[in-house]
């Protein structure tokens, strides 16, 4: 069975940092193309950023590039999300998400496997 277990999410002032982090378990983790995803109240789930099987490909939305930097620990099942110079906007429920294969997708419909989200919340 498929885990994905998301860590590290919380209150933050604007301009802060937060590192979520994501443990996966019951997959060929070092196979797996990894990403994350955000969605905010009322609001329908974006692709935040995505990464290769061995870390060598990653690809960012628009609004995070320069700001947020994913990667991965293969050793350690674990893929990572840092968040840097957060802004109100950035409030969101964060998902990890698992693909079948190695390649980096920015399309939802392309991950297997989701977790259940943490939440960063960012004041102003």
């Known amino acids: 069975q498929v885990q994905l277990v998301e860590s590290g999410g919380g209150l933050v002032q604007a301009g802060g940092s937060l590192r979520l982090s994501c443990a996966a378990s019951?997959?060929?983790?070092?196979?797996?193309?990894m990403g994350w995803f955000r969605q905010a109240p009322g609001k329908e789930r974006e692709f935040v950023a995505t990464?290769?099987?061995?870390?060598?490909?990653?690809y960012y939305a628009d609004s995070m590039k320069g700001r947020f930097t994913i990667s991965r620990d293969n050793a350690k099942n674990t893929v990572y999300l840092q968040m840097d110079s957060l802004k109100p906007e950035d409030t969101a429920r964060y998902y990890c998400?698992?693909?079948?294969?190695?390649?980096?997708?920015?399309?939802?419909?392309?991950?297997?496997?989701w977790g259940q989200g943490t939440q960063v919340t960012v004041s102003s």
């Open positions: 019951g997959l060929t983790f070092s196979s797996a193309a």
């Open positions: 998400a698992a693909k079948r294969d190695g390649f980096p997708s920015k399309e939802q419909m392309s991950y297997a496997y």
């Open positions: 990464i290769s099987w061995g870390g060598g490909r990653t």
